[in-house]
């Protein structure tokens, strides 16, 4: 069976500090993960992908992931969050070979000035 | 390339009534997929359509249909409309083989409102 959870539906920091937005995951098969970021009233965009090549996953606006075979986690993170990070994040996998994606219920996450 | 494009971008509709809304693939992908966006249920996927057949389908009512065209462009449609179907409705499209690795580029999504 294949699932996805994301640990936290909120998460608030301060301008200037890390993000780290937890996901882990369940998976019959050799997965490939997904981080996308939805701004509001927009569609999703993706961050970044995990393809069974590196584990360091690295993406756009400076964010990162690492995938944890042993862990089951594939948890985002950003060394320094910027405001126009403020948005909600949704971590996917997909099984190989079925082109069926599985979505997490979200991580909004709050940037203080 | 062109993105995903998603028409119309905002409906408002009455209950009972029907809807359609359209989706235009990123060029080249041959694979579409529907999901479903509430502030409650998050979001879920309708369906998935690659080389106009219906590859996979998710847990909605037979009110909720979709086809594709041989173009790729695909269209889904909501017939007797209830409240609970206000939603943004998002269109994904991705080169769609079987290696999972493709991922889905999204569309902005349909905002729909039933009154």
């Known amino acids: 069976a294949q699932s996805v959870t994301q640990l936290d539906s909120h998460v608030s920091v301060s301008e200037g500090t890390p993000v780290l937005l937890r996901c882990n995951y369940s998976s019959s098969y050799s997965p490939s993960l997904f981080w996308y970021v939805q701004h509001p009233n927009k569609g999703l965009q993706l961050l970044l992908k995990y393809t069974s090549a590196a584990t360091l996953v690295k993406g756009i606006n400076g964010f990162e992931a690492e995938f944890k075979k042993s862990e089951t986690s594939f948890h985002l993170t950003k060394p320094s969050a910027h405001m126009s990070d403020a948005a909600e994040y949704f971590c996917?996998?997909?099984?190989?070979?079925?082109?069926?994606?599985?979505f997490g219920s979200g991580t909004k996450l709050n940037v203080k000035p | 390339k062109a993105g995903v494009t998603q028409t119309p971008r905002y409906l408002i509709k009455t209950r009972g009534q029907q809807v359609t809304l359209s989706c235009s693939p990123i060029s080249g992908h041959r694979s579409v997929s529907w999901y479903q966006q509430t502030p409650g249920q998050g979001l879920q996927f309708l369906f998935e359509y690659f080389s106009e057949t219906q590859r996979n389908k998710g847990n909605f009512p037979g009110r909720f249909s979709g086809r594709q065209f041989s173009n790729s462009r695909s269209e889904m449609n909501v017939s007797t409309l209830e409240l609970g179907d206000s939603a943004l409705y998002l269109c994904?499209?991705?080169?769609?083989?079987?290696?999972?690795?493709?991922?889905?580029?999204f569309g902005p999504g349909t905002r729909l409102t039933v009154t």
């Open positions: 996917v996998v997909s099984p190989y070979n079925f082109n069926k994606f599985y």
């Open positions: 994904a499209s991705s080169q769609g083989g079987r290696a999972s690795s493709y991922e889905q580029y």
